[in-house]
């Protein structure tokens, strides 16, 4: 079965430009999260849909970031204007039930972000 | 608030040798979950363990066990006869609270296994 499948694995921008992260999570599962992974704040969770509703995105830094998730299938995660602030590695990931303390994730391989 | 310290930021070790990475959590809730996360350097994170606060059995998989210390808050991790296929960053992690989504992950472990 495949996992949890997110595009581009690398993208380069200019600051100013707007991106664009891409998620597939695994058929079936209920939760989806979006992660970013620095060397400074490590992994910190960015918003959680379940269901295909967002239900907590209080760890969004700013409005220039935005994530939708239009069916059970696919998600992204925006993000206008980008900043050199924003290089990072971004994790989609997924869960099979509702996201509760017991559920163990799995990853996608991430998107390297780099914004010069 | 919960919190989850890896005290050990880089680990080097020569093939065979046995190595233990060290987890050590804050939370005030009793019930709650630690996880063992893989992420090798193809970058994704892989899950390796789960145990609940009410288990402190310890666990032996293959090569790999855990040591879950609720008196000392700990939740090591010992890779035994370590292979250079062990070399990966690895991550202690902690949910707590019944309905709660939020993994609070420590800031890793880099283990280099050198043959």
């Known amino acids: 079965d495949a996992g949890v499948i997110q595009s581009p694995r690398h993208e380069v921008t200019e600051m100013g430009q707007e991106v664009t992260l891409r998620c597939k999570p695994i058929s079936g599962h209920n939760s989806l999260f979006w992660y970013r992974q620095t060397m400074m704040r490590g992994l910190e969770l960015l918003i959680y849909?379940?269901?295909?509703?967002?239900?907590?995105d209080s760890g969004m830094p700013e409005d220039r970031f935005s994530a939708k998730m239009p069916n059970a299938s696919f998600s992204t995660l925006k993000i206008q204007p980008s900043e050199p602030r924003d290089s990072a590695v971004y994790f989609c990931a997924s869960s099979p039930g509702q996201g509760t303390a017991n559920e163990k994730l799995f990853f996608g391989s991430g998107t390297q972000l780099s914004v010069l | 608030a919960q919190k989850v310290t890896q005290a050990q930021t880089e680990i080097s070790v020569v093939e065979k040798e046995d190595v233990t990475l060290d987890c050590v959590y804050e939370?005030?809730?009793?019930?709650?979950?630690l996880f063992w996360y893989k992420q090798p350097p193809s970058g994704e994170l892989v899950f390796l363990i789960r145990r609940n606060s009410f288990d402190e059995q310890n666990e032996i998989s293959g090569r790999y066990s855990w040591n879950f210390q609720k008196s000392t808050s700990s939740f090591n991790f010992t890779i035994t006869a370590s292979q250079v296929v062990d070399s990966a960053v690895y991550f202690c992690?902690?949910?707590?609270?019944?309905?709660?989504?939020?993994?609070?992950f420590g800031k890793g472990t880099l283990l280099t296994v050198n043959p």
């Open positions: 849909f379940n269901n295909n509703v967002p239900i907590d």
């Open positions: 992690a902690l949910n707590s609270g019944g309905s709660n989504y939020k993994l609070t």
């Open positions: 939370t005030r809730d009793t019930t709650y979950y």
